[in-house]
């Protein structure tokens, strides 16, 4: 365990943004961390995973704790069910083809999700019809404050639409070092419906499809879609999807008659913020370096050496037009830093 000194984040963070980490450490086990955590000289600590859902729009003063602990074990198991548990350092989707291989069910359409494990509890990182919640069991996380390892069950972590506790009274108290899943061994629940997952699975040809078939239908479509961001700097979706009120949406549709929405509760539906984007006219429009990708209106992107702060700038007018066109107020799902 080394700590070094004014080093690039580019290799660390998808937006692939050439911010500056002050201090820089990476952990490989939880007495490492404890001992990193106890280093009163960096009374300043910033948690890093994948780095794949952050917009960095400064160079960090903080020592940046890279969580790389490994290590994935079956916890225990019956008939139906394995509880498997995974370290936070733990590629995600190399977690996901893990449980695949293995026949482990439930975890197929979260499938190329970038980022670690221990940061998809975080905002319940979800896709395909799929969230995290569907299928945690628990996990451990380190209190920063007491150094103790505390065990949050699933009804802790108060979970809901890309949140979590950890987004909310527990944001930047702990650091989650495994999380424990609850998948099914056979008879596996398939999501089929959601997206274009049966139309690809048509293309493949496969009418009975296993999890593996799903999941390579999942990565198919998401290949398809998705701007990589080892060619094209990005955090994914940038924005929440906004939740109006159906009178709010009755109005808009006077003016708006495609809006399209996803009915949630009794009185509210939910937008897609990407369509909101493209009819504001942002699909595809670039300023220099950066702009908002030309298929996915929902991802900003860095062609090359863009710099965070103007990409902030540009998501903060998307906004701004978004609640003038619309009344609408749209949420980063990105973690601005
Ligand atoms: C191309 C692309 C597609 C994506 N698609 C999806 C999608 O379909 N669905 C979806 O939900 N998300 C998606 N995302 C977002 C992203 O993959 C997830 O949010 C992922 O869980 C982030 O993991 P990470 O390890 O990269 O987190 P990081 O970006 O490293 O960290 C995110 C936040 O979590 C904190 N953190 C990290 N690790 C820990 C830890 N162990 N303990 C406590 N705090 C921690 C960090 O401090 C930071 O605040 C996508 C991103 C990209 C680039």
Redesign the pocket.
Known sequence: MQITHNISLKP????GIDAKAKHFVSVSNIDELKKVLELTEYPNK?????????LLTKNLDSLVIH?N?KGISIVSEDEDFVLVKAS??EN?HEFVLYCIDKDFGGIEN?S?????????P???????GV??KDIFWSCE??SIETKEIETFIKEDCHFDY?NSI??QEA??K????NVTFKLTKHNHKLHVNYGTISKQLEIMKISNPTIKDISKAVIDI?TLK????KEIG????FFKNPVITKSHYQTLLENFEDMPSYAISEDEVKIPAGWLIEKAGFKGKRFGDYGVHKHQAL?LVNYGNAKGADILKLAELIQHTIKRLFNISIEA???I?
């Open positions: 660390y963070n998808t937006f910033f948690i890093l995973g994948g780095g794949s859902n952050m969580i602990i936070a350092g995600w979260l190329l999700i970038p980022g670690n494990v221990g940061s998809a975080i905002q319940n990182i979800g896709a395909y969230e995290l996380a380190l890309r950890f987004k944001k930047g702990y650091i989650i070092i998401r998705l701007p990589n961001p990005n955090s994914g979706s991802v799902e990105v973690n830093l």
